[in-house]
């Protein structure tokens, strides 16, 4: 699919596909929204459950090429648009990282977040997906101690994905602040496309809750 086509986000205001919306920003993607308001349930309307089984967004369409999950639209598109250089190449030593902190995030960080937050206890050591919150974001922090991004100098779609969702887990009180995360959302979301999407989505939210 041309990345001249344009890509239909399926969003609802402050939920995890502002993330998305923001790293379509970065990309200077085409796109279209089609908005969801939550607060009337249209996630679990048979029109969108024909997008997404899960009722969750984001969810984008190319053409005919339906993606959903998050880290799944993240590599999708930032590998849609390499001239924006959020995307390290195949050949590049630091694809290996890229990957492997998007891995993190839906395979350890999301589990963890939601078992605290819900203050379940996590399976067995060896049997839990992501060992222990604490170990999960130990890791987290020792990689933003050593460098200002997660692949080092360079700002990457991966930091579009984490510096987003440590905005919204810190500001809930779910992952602890620490100086490197808190610096880290400060240098991630400040960025002219982070802001653009928080004011767009204080609209369509104010709207949702007027609705
Ligand atoms: N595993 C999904 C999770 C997406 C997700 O949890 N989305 C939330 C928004 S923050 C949602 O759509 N919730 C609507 C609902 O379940 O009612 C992904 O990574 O994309």
């Given at each position: 699919?041309?990345?001249?086509?344009?890509?239909?986000?399926?969003h609802s205001p402050n939920t995890r596909s502002s993330g998305t919306l923001t790293l379509l920003e970065e990309l200077g993607a085409p796109y279209e929204l089609r908005v969801l308001n939550m607060r009337a349930g249209e996630q679990?309307?048979?029109?969108?459950?024909?997008?997404?089984?899960?009722?969750?967004?984001?969810a984008i369409l190319h053409g005919d090429v339906l993606v959903t999950e998050q880290v799944a639209v993240y590599l999708y598109l930032?590998?849609?648009?390499?001239?924006?250089?959020?995307?390290p190449n195949l050949d590049d030593p630091r694809r290996g990282?890229?990957?492997?902190?998007?891995?993190?995030?839906?395979?350890?960080f999301e589990p963890a977040?939601?078992?605290?937050?819900?203050?379940?206890?996590?399976?067995?050591?060896?049997m839990s997906p992501y060992g222990t919150f604490d170990t999960v974001m130990a890791t987290v922090n020792a990689?933003?101690?050593?460098?200002?991004?997660?692949?080092?100098?360079t700002f990457s779609a991966a930091d579009?994905?984490?510096?987003s969702a440590l905005h919204w887990t810190t500001a809930f009180g779910v992952v602890p602040v620490t100086p490197e995360i808190e610096a880290y959302i400060e240098r991630t979301t400040t960025r002219p496309a982070a802001v653009r999407v928080r004011e767009q989505d204080a609209v369509l939210a104010a709207g949702h809750a007027a609705a």
């Open positions: 699919m041309a990345a001249g086509t344009k890509i239909v986000l399926f679990r309307k048979p029109e969108f459950l024909a997008i997404n089984p899960m009722g969750k967004v984001p930032a590998d849609l648009f390499p001239g924006a250089g959020l995307t990282p890229y990957l492997r902190w998007m891995a993190f995030y839906a395979g350890c977040l939601v078992d605290r937050a819900t203050k379940r206890d996590p399976a067995p050591l060896a990689q933003l101690r050593a460098a200002p991004y997660l692949l080092g100098d579009v994905l984490w510096g």
